[in-house]
């Protein structure tokens, strides 16, 4: 195994380093928000929720602001969309299913923290994503 060095895409967007990690949002008046707006108490968001709307991204996003180390030859195709997060708010995320015959609206799903691009110096940078959640995991 290796002992790459692992930093998230943008402090204080999730937590990390976590066995459990959660999205970092904020509430205010009962108005949740994410990413956290500054000067407002922040709030752990669930974990779970439903698929709400998605599509796919086919080609590589222009960059900037895209920043993977991938090329227009290397890039896979990913799915993204919007997870509603029960009694909070649609978050939208990357998932980690490029499949859109295998995502079903209203369907389970579940955070997960993955790789987004590694740096020049080895450091891999993490994003979240949300992942459907198997039938075998929910029961």
């Known amino acids: 195994m290796t002992s790459a060095r692992q930093v998230p895409v943008t402090e204080g967007l999730f937590t990390w380093p976590s066995d ?14 994410f990413p956290a707006r500054a000067g407002e108490p922040e709030r752990l968001l669930a974990t779970r929720g439903t698929l709400w ?3 796919t991204q086919q080609f590589r ?6 920043d993977g180390n991938d090329t227009a030859e290397t890039f896979q ?7 509603e997060l ?8 990357r998932f ?3 499949d859109p015959a295998k995502l079903i609206i ?13 740096r020049e110096d080895g450091t891999e940078v993490l994003t979240y994503a949300f992942a459907p959640v198997s039938d075998e995991v929910s029961r």
């Open 106 to 118: 209203g369907q389970e799903m579940e955070l997960r923290i993955v790789p987004y691009t590694t």
């Open 96 to 98: 980690t299913e490029p």
């Open 61 to 66: 996003p222009p960059s900037p602001p895209y």
């Open 53 to 55: 709307a998605f599509t």
């Open 86 to 93: 029960p009694g909070e708010l649609l978050i939208q995320a």
């Open 77 to 83: 195709p990913f799915a993204l969309g919007y997870v």
């Open 20 to 33: 459990s990690p959660q999205l970092i949002g904020s509430e205010l008046d009962g108005v949740i928000s």
